[in-house]
Each structure stands twice: as structure tokens, then as C-alpha cells.
């Protein structure tokens, strides 16, 4: 489990062009910036980052650099940051986003045209689109158990990575930015109220899936396809709403809670 920073420890090179506490809103076109190393796990609060106790990876398998840039309450950095702790990938990350450093500079703008977050820098160059960073994350460092090297499994794998962000990205995307974002411009009930039955029909998919499985959403191991998924979850547990009870879900969430790079870097305190 994450504990307090100890200074002078080892693991921790926390490293900042600004001088800004975590968990403060930066100033237009500041960075909070920090760096991770292998050995151990140390969480330094909201805006922080963390670190794998296997975070050597990157080094063995030849990765030298990964710059994560997007901010910690972006389900789709979390996805990424998920996915660098399950194969143990040291990483930096650096606040940008909304409430934090704009996306709309042309700074940033250079790096993705979509304005948008994640944004990854590697050797190999920079990109965006999380699940195609985690592809290529994985790929990369060659783990075959997130994302199978054959056809037919990895199209299975893919299959519910494409299926979140689409179909489900799509049911619940009024109804969160209502409900949870508290967004002005989407408190239209009645639209409120056809994204959530929405949600909940494409919910109700995952649960008979994960009821059928038994364990994971792409069969009896864990694969990229729960990592999206598994922030998915988190994201309808943790909306303010009356779900319905779906067993098969609850218990994939447990199971993936017990997970050491889901705590330490998944962010589910975020919705
Ligand atoms: N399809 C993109 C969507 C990325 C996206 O929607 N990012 C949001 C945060 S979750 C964003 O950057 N919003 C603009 C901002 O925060 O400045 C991906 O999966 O990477």
C-alpha cells in the first residue's frame, strides 16, 4: 500500500519546475512535474504520482523514457498510468489539462491537435489516444499476457478495449458530466435520464460477460481489456446515482482492487 514520502528515500525523485503544493490548481502554462524509480511504492497525495516496486522494466526491456502528460482526475490518464505500473514501467507525469495547464496552448497543441489528454512522450516519439498507448505500451515491452501476440486472442482483448470507448463512452457521457461533473450544460433531465438506462443497459452487457467469464472481461486472465474497463467500473460505482445490483460486477471490482498497480496507480479516489 502507498504510505507517506520518506525523505531521502531511494524511490523518490520528485522533480518540479514550479514550486506549487500537490492538489493545487497550477497556473495557466505551469507543469507540475515528477519522476518515478523502482524500489517501492510512495503516494504524495492528490496530484502526485506513484510508483511500482517493479518499475525496472523499462530499463530491462529497453524503454528509457515515458513522460505521461495529463492530469490524475482524467480517467483516460489513469488508464495509461494503470497500465505503466502492471508491466512496471517507471514513468513522469506531468498536470496538464483542465484546471491544470491548458491543453489549448500551442505548446500542447503541437503534441496532440485534439487538445486533449493523455499525451505520452517515449523515444520512439510522442502519442496520443490512451488506448492505443496502452497497446503500445504493452506491445512494446512485450506482454503478451495484457495483450496476446495471436489474432484471435488479441481481437478479443480489443474488442471490449474498442466496445469502452465507444459504446460505453458514449451511454454515459451525459448523465456523468451531469451528475458527476456537475456541468451546467448537461442538466437537461429528460436527457439525463436516456443516457443512464443507456449506461445501465451497456452495465448490464459487462455484468452477464463477467458472470459468463467467471474472472476477467476477456476470459480467465487479466488483460488491457480491464484496465479500461476496470475505470469504467470504478466510474459507475462512483457516480451519485440508483444503480442497479449487478453481482458479476461488484465482484470483478473487488477482484481488481486487490490488484498492487491498481492502488498504487489507478487513482479510483477519482471518479
Ligand atoms: N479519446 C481520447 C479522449 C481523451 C479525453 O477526453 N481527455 C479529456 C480528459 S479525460 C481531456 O483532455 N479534456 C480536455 C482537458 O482536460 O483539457 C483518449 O482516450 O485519449
Not at 489516444?129 to 488479441?154: F, K, M, T, V
Not at 470504478?234 to 458479476?248: I, M
Amino acid at each position: 500500500m502507498p504510505g507517506p514520502i520518506r525523505k531521502g528515500s531511494k524511490c523518490w525523485i520528485p522533480t518540479t519546475r514550479i514550486s506549487v503544493p500537490a492538489g493545487r490548481p497550477l497556473a495557466m502554462g505551469a507543469v507540475r512535474r515528477c519522476r518515478f524509480r523502482a524500489g517501492g511504492s510512495q503516494a504524495i497525495g492528490a496530484g502526485g504520482c506513484y510508483t511500482s516496486g517493479r518499475s525496472v522494466a523499462n530499463r530491462r526491456k529497453g524503454m528509457r523514457m515515458l513522460t505521461v502528460l495529463g492530469k490524475l482526475p482524467s480517467i483516460n490518464v489513469r488508464k495509461v498510468l494503470w497500465t505503466a505500473g502492471e508491466i512496471g514501467l517507471a514513468y513522469e507525469r506531468e498536470d496538464w489539462g483542465l484546471g491544470f495547464a491548458s491543453t489549448r496552448s500551442a505548446d500542447f497543441l503541437a503534441l496532440n491537435p485534439n487538445g486533449q489528454v493523455p499525451v505520452v512522450r517515449t523515444e520512439d516519439g510522442v502519442l496520443w489516444e490512451s488506448n492505443s498507448i496502452c497497446r503500445y505500451l504493452a506491445h512494446r515491452q512485450g506482454r503478451h499476457d495484457l495483450l496476446p501476440a495471436d489474432a484471435w486472442g488479441r481481437a478479443r482483448v480489443e474488442r471490449w478495449m474498442d466496445w469502452q470507448a465507444t459504446d460505453l463512452n458514449g451511454a454515459w457521457r451525459y448523465a456523468f458530466l451531469g451528475l458527476a461533473r456537475r456541468n451546467p450544460a448537461f442538466q437537461d433531465r429528460a436527457a439525463i435520464g436516456d443516457s443512464l438506462r443507456a449506461w445501465t443497459g451497456k452495465m448490464e452487457i459487462l455484468d452477464r460477460q463477467l458472470a459468463a467469464t467467471g474472472a476477467f472481461v476477456a476470459g480467465n486472465a487479466f488483460t488491457l481489456a480491464d484496465v479500461v474497463i476496470g475505470l469504467s467500473v470504478n466510474r459507475w460505482l462512483k457516480t451519485p446515482v440508483e444503480r442497479p445490483a449487478l453481482p458479476a460486477v461488484a465482484a470483478y471490482f473487488a477482484r481488481l482492487s486487490l490488484r498492487p498497480a491498481f492502488r498504487e496507480h489507478a487513482h479510483p479516489e477519482e471518479v
